[in-house]
């Protein structure tokens, strides 16, 4: 009988080891580039890259998504910390992200990602001159 007594033991630390063994890590948070997220802004800073947008929002507790957006003058890149991911729209000078701490929620929950962005034509964007209004004569 004392033969079977180690099997107990050894079924119940197997056991607890389980949960170890099947967490799934979080997905590492890569930036997304080309993307702006509006809305949930709560606070921002001036820094010279992405990553260092990133970093910021990794340090703070209450953010949970980024947007970097880079200027042409020096010191005026723009890093937005934001408490909810927002609306995904693209921008060749954005960057976004969400924090690493909220990483694992991503699995349960619908953030809007850059796949859920509509591709937007040429021809909305080509610009050009508007047409003028049509001038009126004043009334007397």
């Known amino acids: 009988m004392d033969a079977m007594r180690p099997f107990p033991v050894m079924l119940t630390l197997a056991c607890l080891a389980l949960p170890a063994a099947t967490a799934v890590a979080a997905p590492p948070v890569e930036p ?40 042409n003058s020096a010191g005026n890149s723009r890093c937005e910390l934001k408490d909810a991911a927002g609306t995904a729209q693209r921008n060749p ?7 690493a701490a909220q990483a694992k929620e991503l699995v349960t929950r619908s953030v809007p990602t850059i796949s859920d962005i509509e591709e937007t034509s040429g021809e ?10 049509p001038i009126q004569a004043p009334h007397y």
């Open 32 to 71: 997304e580039r080309g993307v702006y997220r509006f809305g949930g802004t709560y606070d921002y800073s001036f820094t010279d890259t992405a990553e260092a947008c990133q970093a910021l929002c990794t340090a703070d507790e209450a953010c949970v998504a980024w947007s970097f957006v880079k200027s």
């Open 93 to 99: 000078f954005a960057s976004s992200g969400m924090s």
């Open 124 to 133: 909305e964007l080509a610009g050009g001159l508007l047409p003028s209004p």
